[in-house]
T-cell receptor
Framework: DTAVSQTPKYLVTQMGNDKSIKCEQN?????MYWYKQDSKKFLKIMFS???????INETVPNRFSPKSPDKAHLNLHINSLELGDSAVYFC????????????FGEGSWLTVV | DQQVKQNSPSLSVQEGRISILNCDYT??????FLWYKKYPAEGPTFLIS?????DKNEDGRFTVFLNKSAKHLSLHIVPSQPGDSAVYFC???????????FGTGTRLKVLA
């Protein structure tokens, strides 16, 4: 059973399109995250939700909108995709009672052409 | 400004020897530190963590050392195995804010 699963794993789309990446965790965690790994391999936090509430928003363009329908899901919607959005996006989760160790999904490779 | 730095982009070690991966941080508010291993085309996998109240934590072949005064942590892998070949990321943060900063990674290659 995959603890943190995200779909799709690979996505190629044209500039200007709107796309979503879905994430689900079955670990019973109360905090979920989206990280972005860019071409230089920097792994940077984008958003964090705790119990469905946004707690971290790291100067991400407002074309990126996370949505957390419940504690087990955190989806990432991206409007008007740009070439620079091409990256690997990692979903992750943690639990405040477990030292906040973060567990990652396998990543979603987004290529904007 | 990179608050967490891994200054060695790569490291090669013979099988059976010790691998030492280093990480430096600048923010004295950081109180929780983690190491992750990442294989190509996979997500980072949690390896070991340490809280700032400790200076050492051990789990099997993996030991993390924390030197708070130097703002430095290291991951020791003994003995190193070919399957340990991967990119290793350290992460540091304030456990109360849910925000962890990752280093840029060190690619470890264990030679058989």
């Amino acid at each position: 059973d995959t603890a943190v699963s995200q779909t799709p794993k690979y996505l190629v789309t044209q500039m200007g399109n709107d796309k979503s990446i879905k994430c689900e965790q079955n670990l019973g965690h109360d905090t979920m995250y989206w990280y972005k790994q860019d071409s230089k391999k920097f792994l940077k936090i984008m958003f964090s939700y705790n119990n469905k509430e946004l707690i971290i928003n790291e100067t991400v363009p407002n074309r990126f909108s996370p949505k957390s329908p419940d504690k087990a899901h955190l989806n990432l919607h991206i409007n008007s995709l740009e070439l620079g959005d091409s990256a690997v996006y990692f979903c992750a989760s943690s639990h405040t009672d477990s030292g906040n160790t973060i567990y990652f999904g396998e990543g979603s490779w987004l290529t904007v052409v | 400004d990179q608050q967490v730095k891994q200054n060695s982009p790569s490291l090669s070690v013979q099988e059976g020897r010790i691998s030492i991966l280093n990480c430096d941080y600048t923010n004295s508010m950081f109180d929780y530190f983690l190491w992750y291993k990442k294989y190509p085309a996979e997500g980072p996998t949690f390896l070991i963590s340490i809280s700032s109240i400790k200076d050492k934590n051990e789990d099997g072949r993996f030991t993390v050392f924390l030197n708070k005064s130097a703002k430095h942590l290291s991951l020791h892998i003994v003995p190193s195995q070919p399957g340990d070949s991967a990119v290793y990321f350290c992460a540091a943060g304030d456990s109360g804010t849910y925000k962890y900063i990752f280093g840029t990674g060190t690619r470890l290659k264990v030679l058989a």
